[in-house]
C-alpha cells in the first residue's frame, strides 16, 4: 500500500512520483540540500515531479528512510547520498579515505551528486561518516 503522508506545512504527498528517472513511493533523501527527505506534491502526467513542486516530508505522518548522516568534515550533519560514483568506482556504502594525512583510515560519503550520480567534487561535499 501506498502511505499516506504530508510535507511540513501539511500539503499531501503524491506517490508514486518519478525524480531523475527513478520512481518513489516514499519519500526520499535523494537529492535533498538540507539533509532531509521530501517528497513531490505535484506531478506531470508522466508521473515526474514537477521542479519546485516539492517538500520535505513530515516524520511523523510519513515512512521516511534511514540515513547516514556526516559526523565530521566540510560537510558534516548532512546526509550521505547513495550510490554515488567516484573516480569511476559506485559506492553504496562509505568509502574508505585512502589519501594520507588526518583522515587516512577515515570512512567518507558525498554529500552532493549530479544527476548522474556522479560525486560533485572540490567543492567540499563530503563528509565522514558516523555510525552508518
Not at 52 to 59: A, F, T, V
Not at 74 to 86: A, H, I, L, T, Y
Request: glycine share 12%; with cysteine.
Amino acid at each position: 500500500p501506498v502511505p499516506e503522508c504530508e510535507t511540513v506545512t501539511g500539503k499531501l504527498c503524491v506517490f508514486p512520483f518519478k525524480y531523475r528517472g527513478k520512481t518513489y513511493l516514499e519519500c526520499t533523501n535523494d537529492g535533498t540540500t538540507n539533509g532531509k527527505p521530501w517528497c513531490a506534491t505535484e506531478t506531470r502526467r508522466d508521473g515526474n515531479a514537477v521542479p519546485g513542486k516539492w517538500e520535505d516530508c513530515d516524520p511523523s505522518v510519513c515512512a521516511v528512510p534511514e540515513v547516514c548522516r556526516t559526523s565530521s568534515g566540510p560537510d558534516s550533519g548532512n546526509s550521505c547520498k547513495f550510490p554515488f560514483r567516484f573516480h569511476g568506482k559506485t559506492y553504496t556504502s562509505c568509502a574508505r579515505w585512502t589519501w594520507s594525512g588526518v583522515n587516512y583510515g577515515k570512512y567518507w560519503c558525498s554529500t552532493k551528486t549530479d544527476r548522474n550520480g556522479n560525486h560533485v567534487n572540490g567543492q567540499g561535499n563530503y563528509g565522514f561518516c558516523g555510525f552508518c
